[in-house]
């Protein structure tokens, strides 16, 4: 199946993975029980994207806002980031799987931020696959950090602001290193982005499903990758252009 759908397969998927507290709570669960499983769900996941061939997956996995809920779940959410690296880590080395993050760096805890670069540096060398990690993520906060850094070079003769585009300015963001992501999926039914890759994905193909987190499954993934495959991607040229631009590949180098 991975091969008929190849052409029509996202090559950077961000993922919103929501949903894990409302999953525990159906159970008569703590929600830090629906984070757990959610974590279990992640590798499901990155599994799945190997078989469909997606070499670039990012998942919002901690955002700048989710400071503010209980500091035990939070503290639960930070232990669970460090199984997990524990965990995974030499999975992603065996499998050519490079780990990065986007967010605020400096603003995670120091043990997780040790064990963060120790997963990177391990993996630096992989080229196979890419997995992006949104810790202390936030598109506002990523946007006010670009522009303060564009403004240093602006003022110290590094940048010339009537010459700035948007290749310079992305250049500046946390994704530098990573293509826009083509399709954002959100899970537990909320259709908003909750400031996740908002400039990034301005052209993002957006697929909500009300399947909680822990329950996104193989099936459910490749359900996303088809409605995917399914959308016509204008980039603001009409439907006609678009078809014109498609014919068989050959016959438009001819
Ligand atoms: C997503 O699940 C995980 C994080 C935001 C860390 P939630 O914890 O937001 O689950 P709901 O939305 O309360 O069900
Ligand atoms: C978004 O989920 C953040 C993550 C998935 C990490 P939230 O559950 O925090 O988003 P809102 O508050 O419902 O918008
Ligand atoms: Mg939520």
Not at 90 to 108: A, S
Not at 141 to 165: C, F, Q
Not at 222 to 241: D, I, P, S
């Amino acid at each position: 199946m991975a091969s008929e759908m190849s052409k029509d397969i996202p090559r950077h998927v961000g993922i919103i993975m929501d949903g894990n507290g409302r999953w525990a709570k159906r159970r008569g669960k703590p929600r830090l029980h629906g984070h757990r499983n959610g974590v279990v769900n992640v590798r499901r996941v990155l599994d799945e994207a190997k078989v469909l061939k997606i070499p670039y997956i990012t998942l919002f996995a901690f955002s700048v806002e989710n400071w503010n809920r209980p500091p035990a779940e939070v503290r639960g959410l930070m232990a669970l980031l460090r199984e997990f690296l524990r965990r995974e880590t030499k999975t992603m080395v065996k499998e050519n799987i490079r780990l990065r993050v986007i967010g605020d760096f400096g603003g995670l805890p120091p043990k997780v931020q040790a064990m963060l670069t120790k997963s990177m540096e391990d993996t630096k060398e992989n080229n196979g696959r890419h997995l992006s990690l949104a810790l202390n993520y936030g598109s506002r906060a990523e946007t006010i950090e670009a522009v303060k850094r564009y403004a240093e070079l602006a003022r110290s003769g590094e940048a010339n602001p009537d010459e700035l585009d948007w290749q310079q300015f992305a250049s500046l963001l946390y994704t530098s290193e990573l293509p826009d992501p083509d399709l954002i999926i959100r899970t537990s039914g909320e259709s908003r982005l909750s400031n996740f890759l908002l400039l990034q994905g301005a052209y993002a193909e957006i697929y909500v499903t009300p399947v909680l987190w822990p329950e996104f499954n193989e099936k459910e993934f490749r359900k996303a990758v088809e409605f995917y495959g399914l959308r016509e991607r204008r980039f603001g040229k009409t439907g006609e252009q678009i078809k014109a631009e498609q014919p068989e590949p050959e016959e438009a180098k001819c």
